[in-house]
């Protein structure tokens, strides 16, 4: 399948799914808001360029925000997550293996341990700016972090679980 109509694909898949399920659950905890959207970024192929990631990342965050009337929240965490992507995956892999432009980070073509610190690090990123600018108050530090580590996890565990149904491992390391 062409790369353009699969990432489209998914970019509506996710947002999809974002909007009419997750967004509907009702809070699991005062803590707990499962955020899944953003897997579309994380499954772009190594050789997306950053300022393309950026981009991308304002486009998927400025959808879900048109969507939940959160004007710019997602849009400023995803432009981020978007940023950072290439320097998590440059400490993770080496230069020839992140420069193939049609592979995707997957477990199977970075491994479990790579896999996982990625997408922990990439979600806590997005997840804690997000958070941050959703406090915007100086209230109580402790539901400010435990907000972050627990919609983190949550989000964590919900891409592993897509990242298991979906069985994207085509190249093994």
Known sequence: MNNLIKNTARF???LFIQIVILNEVPP????????????????????????TLTLLGFITGYALDLFT????????ACSLLGYFRPTILNLLLSQEASEEINREPSIGSMGWGPYAFYVFALTFIHHFYLVLLEWLQFGSFGYFLGKVFA????????IFIVEL?????????
Do not use: C, D, E
Request: proline content about 6%; overall charge positive; aromatic content about 18%.
């Open 12 to 14: 509506v898949l996710f």
């Open 28 to 51: 699991l905890h005062q803590y707990i808001t499962p955020y899944f959207y953003f897997l579309f970024l994380l499954w772009l192929p190594f050789g997306t360029k950053r300022i």
């Open 69 to 76: 009337n959160t004007p710019g929240l997602h849009a400023a």
């Open 165 to 173: 149904a979906m069985n994207r491992r085509k190249i093994k390391r």
């Open 151 to 158: 919609t983190t996890l949550i989000s964590v565990l919900l």
